[in-house]
Nanobody
Framework: QVQLVESGGGLVQAGGSLRLSCAAS????????MAWFRRAPGKEREFVAA????????TYADSVKGRFTISRDNAKSTVYLQTDNLKPEDTAVYYC?????????????????WGQGTQVTVSS
């Protein structure tokens, strides 16, 4: 019902920044809560950030708190992840996810739709 396409990944040196984008299509975007997850090499997928339907409520994993910012533009059906002060530990495939519910969530199982991911590589 929902298609998600991530973009904006790339190679950046430690301390740099990237803005990831996730474009949604197929259904009304504004009523969905959204999140970013990531999977680093050799590790399980982990929660990064989430945002509720209006953008008024946001939460972050401790590992990225203070460095990453999630936001959304419902008019453009797009959610963003601004990643600042990137560290090599942030290297991962970043996935956008949507939940058929307006409320915020952090668990993988609470999300209904997933994008294919965009690679972020941070060098030292």
């Amino acid at each position: 019902q929902v298609q998600l396409v991530e973009s904006g990944g790339g190679l950046v040196q430690a301390g740099g920044s990237l803005r990831l984008s996730c474009a949604a299509s197929g259904r009304t975007f504004s009523r969905y809560s959204m999140a970013w997850f990531r999977r680093a090499p050799g590790k399980e997928r982990e929660f990064v950030a989430a945002i509720n339907w209006s953008g008024s409520d946001r939460t972050y994993a401790d590992s990225v708190k203070g460095r990453f910012t999630i936001s959304r533009d419902n008019a453009k059906s797009t959610v963003y992840l601004q990643t600042d002060n990137l560290k090599p530990e942030d290297t991962a495939v970043y996935y956008c996810a949507s939940r058929d519910n307006a409320g915020i969530a952090t668990m993988i199982g609470r999300y209904d739709y997933w994008g294919q991911g965009t690679q972020v590589t941070v060098s030292s």
